[in-house]
């Protein structure tokens, strides 16, 4: 059923139809699959050009069946039955990334809407992410309609995890509406209670504008599209807009609403969510969290809010063949231009050659930018291990800022701050002992438990950020069997006894291997990696120590015994041509190898030390 | 199964040969390669290009008819004279094959391009398929020089090698070769055999040494893939012979040889003096000019080297039709032979002119030099050879210098 005639009218909709709300879920929990249904039963995307997932662009968010960015969609509805029957309204569907490294993206995306949709699998239950995403909901005052999905599954429990919601929420278990985006059945009704249950915007069409970003994204074509909502006034087309924390005026060159394809407007008024378009070529031109206002009447005070994206993690990137050099190079510059929180800047190691230190939010966006590289760019890269960054403190007061442990100061150092995080960890109550057992192994600090349910359990600890991303979430998972489920924030620094431990390959410290660890730590690191190379690095024609060194102190030590026989018996007159083929092979792989010193490694080494999973271990002990 | 041929490019059915291979022909030393490829049974560490008389699809008459015939296409291709200087018969086991076959093949060469007068003409045989009537028949054809397979004297060596003699007939057979006339006799040693002691080859070279042979060849045992022994070792049945125990035994080689007068020219090979060396290797290893009769036979003319096709019966009805029996060629250039002769001159003790190596070479040679690896006498004299630690390194060496 269409809606109802003049509400659906960009720039001229009365701010009392719209309702502006975003979808709240767990990877799998079918966001992707019920806003389906909604761009089906709003009536705006053609039965025929209906696609699953239609809302998902990237190749790897469809993959991976996350949403990296986040997109608004404009749906007209018309309540179909009870309460108001018939009223007409405005929907806007805002899209939120779903994973932990964005949740200042998640925040923005949060604050641009009134309420929130808790949709959660019937059969699984709320995840740790899913439940600080609702948290970062609740404290941003927005209403809440919880949702089970999946009701049509047959391991669904939806009367036990609507009581598990309706605690969480504060609601009654009856109040937990029930959905299947998979077959469409519930989906009319919640639109029909997103429309009642949902306050519409409010705000001051007179005052001067001021719109807030919450998406920002670059477009090969366009140039970058910005997302906005307006709070107050009015925007239109023809206006020069100001960006509030920089004071760069822009030329509009398009302004319009998604629905769910670009439709262009005259103009976005008060509650309205939309994209503009000023022919800037970086999104950190228009960057998440800015106020947008008008030049020639601009306002006063921005919205606030506005952070700079902070990497939190940070590893080196280098291209496996010394020649991509430049190619990694101008790779880099173009995903600059999508993503405001990825910076990097040349750095040179001496076992890896040329490539780039780059800082990223956290894990998952480290990985996505990687695939990226080597899928959209065919880059062939050896990351080397994330690390957090550091503060350490000299004796004589000076502060060095370390992003990369081989840079770590030699000297005096009075004080070593790292980065803490508050970490949420959902699981079922059987696993709290070896949960608790994990987080105390990396120095955590359990700051509370809560039971969610009879047998589910939250709890909450600060733990080191460097703890977190050395495989700390696969060690969760492999231990409670895949159950467990985490969320973790930055939470601001603590002094803590690290030191710095190198790598030395025959008395040459490897600068890549090197890693700035706990001092209980250190010998364990120490005799890990040492034992690993010790594998990995084929036999060479003479003796290889590998140590593991805290400044001159040996901490562990390995030994590559010598090769002593490297020669064919026979060389017979049948033999010569293969025989010269094999050695021009064997040439080929020599360019493939890194000298530390005099010491061949090949690259399979430098990727399997580097990972932090213990099942590399065979790779690059190949006879030459 | 035997091992595979190289990938080439087509062979030109008349076998005709690029005249760039011919230039200065006169000039280079030409030997002819005749092979046998039958044996009584095949030995499970054996990957050579030979069959048992069920698998061949070949009588021996019929070999001998096209070996004949190859002979002759060989002496149209080629044109000119070239008197032989060497002549080797390898197999298989070419002493399975009556002692007046072996006789009109080598007078058909004779016949074709003329023997040299101080032509080597070496046959190798298996201990167990000579005697003194056959080895003194062989003599009087002309042959000078006999290799057998002695492998080892343990018998326990011998039955993993599948091999059927008995633990004291190579010896016996070398004595009896002597006895015969025939004044260099080698004898092939097998090392690092998985159940192989040091004891064990330690008596293996006395043995040798004993017998009073002119030459040792010693190789280490290598699993060929495809051969019953890399299945069984597949399998666990028998474990990977060690590198590190095949050094060690290199090195017993070493001392026991060269105590007994026998001294290395090559990685593998070990002789009384320079008549005593294989010519026919040798030219091999020098950039000679040679023509490989029979199946699989490879063959070397002026940067051109081919192989034949190796199945008996394929090879038998091409030669009939006057068609080449080649399988492939490669057609070397100027870096391949740059390559190949570094990678064969450094196994020599005449090793290579340090003035000849090119690029990275000289400073690969100086850090080899630093590490051990070439001798400083020969260096200061301006070439490059192998010490003994070098000659058990010598595929990095050869690499090192290569880059």
Same mark, same amino acid.
């Given at each position: 059923m269409p809606a109802t005639p003049g509400v659906n009218q960009p720039g001229a909709t009365?701010?009392?139809a719209i309702r502006n709300f975003c979808i709240i879920a767990h990877?799998?929990?079918?966001k992707s699959t019920l806003a389906d249904r909604m761009l089906q039963l709003t009536e705006v995307v053609d039965p025929r050009q209906m696609r699953a997932q239609?809302?998902?662009?990237m190749d790897i968010e469809r993959e991976r069946g996350i949403t990296i960015k986040s997109q608004a969609v404009r749906m007209p509805w018309t309540?179909? /039955? #009870?309460?108001? @029957?018939?009223d007409g309204a405005v929907l806007n569907m805002i899209d939120t990334?779903?994973?932990?490294?964005?949740t200042y993206e998640v925040s923005r995306s949060l604050a641009?809407?009134?309420?929130?949709?808790?949709l959660v699998d019937a059969a699984q239950g709320i995840e740790a992410q899913t439940l600080a995403n609702l948290y970062l909901a609740m404290e941003n005052d927005l209403t809440i309609i919880p949702v089970l999905n999946?009701?049509?599954? *047959?391991?669904?429990?939806p009367e036990k995890y609507a009581e598990e919601l309706a605690n969480l929420v504060g609601c009654?278990?009856? /109040?937990v509406l029930k959905v299947s985006?998979?077959?469409?059945? #519930?989906v009319p009704h919640l639109l029909d209670e997103i429309v009642r249950r949902l306050p519409a915007p409010v705000g001051?069409?007179?005052? *001067?504008a001021r719109a807030m970003i919450f998406d920002s994204v670059y477009d090969i074509y366009r140039g970058v599209v910005t997302y906005v909502r307006v709070v107050d006034g009015h925007i239109s087309a023809r206006d020069r807009i100001?960006?509030?924390?920089?004071g760069a005026v822009h030329e509009l060159l398009e302004l319009g609403v998604i629905s769910p394809e670009p439709v262009k407007s005259g103009a976005l008024g008060v509650g309205e969510v939309g994209y503009l378009i000023t022919?800037?070529?970086?999104?950190r031109q228009s960057r998440v969290g800015d106020t947008v206002t008008i030049?020639?009447? *601009?306002? @006063? /005070?921005?919205l606030g809010g506005y952070k700079d994206p902070k990497p939190m993690v940070y590893s080196g990137l280098y291209p496996i063949?010394?020649?991509?050099y430049p190619d990694l190079r101008e790779a880099l510059d173009k995903l600059k231009l999508n993503d405001a929180a990825l910076v990097y800047e040349p750095e040179s190691s001496a076992a890896l050659g040329f490539g780039f230190r780059c800082g990223f939010l956290g894990l998952l966006h480290l990985e996505i930018i990687q695939e990226r590289l080597e899928r959209e760019f065919g880059l062939d890269l050896i990351a080397t291990a994330p690390n957090v960054v550091y503060r350490v403190v000299m004796d004589d007061g000076k502060e060095v800022v370390v992003t990369?442990?081989? /840079?770590?100061?030699?000297?005096?150092?009075?004080e070593v701050y790292e980065p803490t995080a508050r970490v949420t960890v959902l699981a079922p109550n059987d696993y709290v002992g070896t949960i608790m057992e994990l987080c105390q192994g990396r120095r955590g600090v359990l700051l509370g438990m809560d039971y969610l349910s009879a047998d589910r359990v939250e709890l909450r600890y600060t733990l080191p950020l460097g703890e977190i991303i050395f495989d700390f979430f696969d060690q969760l998972k492999s231990r409670t069997k895949g159950y467990a489920s985490l969320d973790y924030e930055p939470a601001g620094e603590q002094a803590a006894e690290l030191v710095k431990v190198d790598i030395l390959l025959q008395g040459e410290t490897v600068d890549a291997f090197s890693a700035i660890v706990h001092k209980d730590k250190a010998y364990n690191y120490g005799t890990t990696i040492a034992a690993k190379l010790q594998k990995l690095i084929p036999r060479q024609q003479f003796e290889v120590p590998i140590q593991a060194a805290i400044g001159s102190r040996i901490i562990a030590r390995e030994t590559i015994r010598a090769i002593r026989k490297d020669v064919l018996a026979k060389c017979y007159g049948g033999d010569i041509s293969r025989k010269r083929k094999l050695l021009e092979k064997q040439k080929e792989g020599k360019k493939r190898m890194k000298m530390v010193g005099r010491v061949e490694v090949p690259q399979e080494a430098f990727i399997a030390a580097l990972s932090t999973s213990d099942s590399a271990g065979d790779a690059g002990k190949s006879k030459k | 199964m035997p091992a595979t041929l190289p990938d080439g490019e087509p062979m030109p059915p008349t076998g005709e040969l690029p005249g760039s291979a011919l230039?200065?022909?006169?000039d280079r030393p030409f030997g002819v390669y005749l092979h046998?490829?039958?044996?009584a049974s095949r030995c499970g560490y054996c990957d050579f290009n030979t069959y048992t008389p069920t698998e061949s699809g070949l009588d021996q008459t019929d070999y001998v008819t096209a070996a004949l015939a190859e002979i002759a296409f060989a002496r149209r291709v080629l044109g000119t004279d070239r008197p032989v200087r060497t002549v080797f018969v390898g197999g298989g086991?070419?002493?399975?094959?009556p002692p007046g076959d072996l006789a009109r093949l080598l007078a058909a060469i004779d016949d074709a391009w003329g023997l040299a007068p101080d032509a080597e003409v070496t046959t190798e045989a298996n201990?167990?398929?000579?005697n003194p009537a056959s080895l003194k028949t062989l003599r009087e054809a002309g042959f000078t020089r006999i290799s057998l397979g002695?492998?080892?004297?343990?018998p326990h060596v011998l039955r993993l090698l599948e091999r059927?003699?008995?633990?004291?007939?190579a010896a016996e057979a070398a004595q009896e070769a002597r006895a015969a006339g025939f004044e260099h006799v080698n004898l092939d040693l097998i090392y690092?055999?998985?159940?192989?002691t040091a004891a064990d080859f330690d008596r293996s070279l006395a043995a040798a040494v004993a017998a009073g042979v002119d030459h040792v060849s010693a190789y280490s045992l290598i699993v060929e893939e495809g051969t019953r022994l890399a299945g069984r070792v597949r399998r666990g049945e028998v474990p990977m012979p060690s590198d590190d125990v095949a050094a060690d035994r290199y090195l017993a080689a070493e001392t026991a040889l060269d105590a007994a007068g026998l001294h290395w020219y090559e990685v593998s090979n070990w002789a009384a003096d320079d008549a005593a060396r294989c010519a026919h290797n040798l030219l091999y290893w020098t950039g000679g000019d040679w023509w490989g009769i029979g199946p699989g036979a490879h063959s070397h003319v002026g940067g051109v080297r081919w192989w034949n096709v190796k199945r008996p019966a394929h090879y038998a009805k091409l030669i009939a039709e006057g068609?080449?029996?080649?399988a492939g060629r490669e057609l070397l250039t100027g870096e391949d032979r740059y390559v190949e002769d570094v990678m064969l001159r450094?196994?020599?003790?005449?090793g290579i002119a340090l003035a000849d190596l090119r690029d990275g070479g000289p400073p690969a040679a100086r850090t080899a030099l630093a590490d051990g690896l070439l001798d400083p006498h020969e260096y200061a004299a301006g070439r490059a050879v192998l010490t003994l630690r070098g000659r058990l390194l010598a595929d990095a060496v050869i690499r090192d210098l290569l880059t």
């Open positions: 009365d701010s009392g990877i799998d929990h079918g239609y809302l998902d662009r309540i179909r /039955e #009870g309460e108001r @029957a018939g990334p779903g994973h932990v490294d964005f641009a809407c009134e309420g929130a949709v808790l999946k009701i049509d599954l *047959p391991a669904a429990q009654l278990p009856e /109040e985006g998979k077959t469409g059945v #519930g001051d069409a007179q005052a *001067p100001k960006m509030m924390s920089t022919g800037v070529k970086d999104v030049n020639t009447r *601009p306002a @006063a /005070e921005s063949d010394g020649s991509d990369n442990p081989s /840079e770590y100061p030699v000297g005096k150092v009075a | 230039d200065g022909a006169a046998v490829p039958f044996c086991t070419p002493t399975l094959l201990p167990e398929s000579v002695m492998q080892s004297t343990a059927r003699h008995t633990p004291g007939r690092g055999t998985p159940g192989e068609v080449s029996p080649g450094l196994r020599l003790a005449s």
